[in-house]
């Protein structure tokens, strides 16, 4: 965020872990303090931005988030209405970005009585700087509001437009709960190594290495996963012992259903968090 003096005040709706990450991000790159507001009613979360980035968030919404340009809802799905219906008379010319799991930009739009609407979906890793958001904008965003919401976002990381909303969904299976997937593998792996005699701490680092070796090895490779893999799998070896036991359990194919299973919830959130 190199030019401050072109990003307007931005509000957030929701002080908790998704928007801290954000609003660290924003501050880090140096949008001052003072241009940001937060509503956030609940109290211990309020301390925390004051000691964290000397913000002082407000309980409940009031007339001064009408100076914001970009209002960030990092609400649970299940309050976002009530708090939209609160805070909507104080942001009708803002551009809104939702980081909510499931509320269609539809009904954001109808609660806020206005079309410029982003959706995203962030992933934790964006704790660390190091997430990946999904985004989805209504039509009425137009190209200077999505540099802006690119600006933000990518204060936590990467970031990938989809053309249709309902693309959010697979985004959320993929890598909104993604992390999730690493989690258990390394829950496996570093019990594995355990079990044949290493330390936890040797098998955790030895398992959270890999991952982070291979996933820059991938991220930098024009190659696919799949050759990657075949460069690492010598027939006979060690890893195609492993490999083909996973393969004959038939792990890829579950895999796959399980993402596809995440997406279907993605799908039941949104009919039933949304107007």
């Known amino acids: 965020m190199t030019d401050n003096t072109s990003t307007p005040p931005i509000a957030f709706i929701g002080g908790g872990n998704m928007a801290s990450a954000i609003i660290g991000g924003l501050i880090r790159q ?18 925390a931005l004051r000691q ?52 269609p ?18 992933n934790t890793p964006a ?4 997430g990946i958001t999904g985004l989805f904008a209504r039509s009425g965003v137009d190209a200077a509001g999505k540099a802006l919401v690119e600006q933000v976002v990518s204060t936590t990381g990467q970031h990938v437009w989809v053309e249709r909303e309902d693309l959010l969904d697979a985004v959320t299976a993929l890598s909104g709960s993604g992390p999730a997937y690493v989690f258990l593998f390394l829950e496996a792996m ?36 799949e050759v990657l893999r075949q460069r690492v799998t010598s027939k006979g070896g060690t890893t195609h012992a492993a490999i083909t036991h996973l393969q004959a359990a038939q792990v890829p194919e579950h895999f796959i259903a399980a993402i596809r299973a995440a997406e279907k919830r993605a799908q039941e959130l949104a009919a039933e968090f949304g107007a």
Request: aromatic letters at 4%; proline letters at 6%.
């Open 127 to 130: 704790l660390v700087g190091m």
């Open 30 to 47: 140096g949008l001052p303090a003072g241009q940001i507001d937060v509503v956030e009613p609940f109290e211990p979360a309020r301390e």
């Open 190 to 225: 570093t019990q594995a190594g355990v079990d044949m005699g290493l330390s936890a701490a040797q098998a955790h680092q030895l398992a959270v290495a890999t991952f982070q070796g291979a996933s820059e090895l991938a991220a930098r490779s024009d190659e696919a996963p």
């Open 52 to 103: 964290n980035f000397g913000i002082a968030a407000q309980p409940a919404p009031t007339a001064a988030l009408a100076r914001a340009g970009l209002v960030v809802w990092a609400v649970k799905p299940q309050t976002f209405k009530e708090a939209a219906q609160a805070t909507a008379a104080h942001t009708t010319q803002a551009l809104h970005l939702s980081v909510a799991a499931g509320i």
């Open 105 to 122: 930009s539809q009904s954001i739009a109808q609660w806020l009585g206005t079309q410029q609407v982003v959706r995203a979906m962030p």
